[in-house]
């Protein structure tokens, strides 16, 4: 079945960059997102890549396609205060079903 | 409305009565999914509607919960005789198609607290 995990906890200075990482099994995903969570509200999309791309940059946030290894990664770049979240990875794949890990809770320390 | 609108935002019930969560996706979207999300954890998928297609029910927890989507829009998620574990913040979310990097849109979610 489908699984995506996650490390639970990411800690980074702000102004460095956070990597957030991100592993899936389903070898027929054909798109891969990141959402943010802020505290009490709900999910914003950041991004999202297609399965047959290596990587997407969007301003300050680079994803990563490993698609080999099912390996996803979501790069900030000069990481703020504010960028403090749970941040969600997840997949779909042809059936079109939805399907998050459990989320990196980001902390940026000023 | 412009978004996902889900209701009640709020709803405290007491253990082994009934409830019903509704969602209304927005118009003209043709996949509309239920999560659950309990406290500090991540969201875990519950059913997936898409167009005429059976839903898929594989993330149900068990046969206390059940879903219907009424001609192809409103969702009613109904939990029978909950249980204090059923207790969570649940989210409706509806795409245009489902999926294949067509922007999917959440709801505020109902917050359920059972007592």
């Known amino acids: 079945g489908e699984d995506v995990e996650q490390s639970l906890f990411l800690s980074v200075r702000e102004g460095d960059s956070s990597v957030i990482n991100c592993t899936y099994t389903?070898?027929?995903?054909?798109?891969l997102y990141w959402y943010k969570q802020e505290p009490g509200a709900g999910l914003q999309l950041l991004t999202y890549?297609?399965?047959?791309?290596d990587m997407k940059q969007d301003q300050r946030l680079t994803v990563l396609l490993n698609k080999k290894d099912k390996h996803l990664s979501l790069r900030i770049a000069d990481t703020q205060t504010g960028d403090s979240a749970i941040y969600f990875c997840?997949?779909?794949?042809?059936?079109?079903?939805?399907?998050f890990g459990q989320g990196t809770e980001l902390s940026v320390k000023p | 409305g412009a978004g996902v609108s889900q209701s009640p935002s709020n709803k405290v019930t007491e253990k082994g009565k009934d409830v019903e969560l509704r969602c209304d996706p927005i118009?003209?979207?043709?996949?509309l999914y239920w999560y659950r999300q309990s406290l500090g954890q991540g969201l875990e998928f519950l059913i997936y509607?898409?167009?005429?297609?059976?839903?898929?029910k594989s993330g149900l927890p068990s046969d206390r919960f059940s879903a219907e989507r009424t001609g192809g829009s409103v969702s009613t998620l109904t939990i029978q005789r909950t249980q204090q574990e059923d207790s969570a913040v649940y989210l409706c979310?509806?795409?245009?198609?489902?999926?294949?990097?067509?922007?999917?849109?959440f709801g505020e979610g109902s917050w359920l607290t059972v007592v």
């Open positions: 118009s003209g979207h043709t996949a």
């Open positions: 509607f898409q167009g005429n297609s059976a839903p898929d």
């Open positions: 997840a997949e779909t794949n042809q059936g079109g079903k939805l399907i």
């Open positions: 890549i297609f399965s047959n791309m």
């Open positions: 389903d070898s027929s995903s054909t798109y």
């Open positions: 979310a509806s795409s245009l198609l489902g999926g294949y990097g067509n922007t999917i849109y």
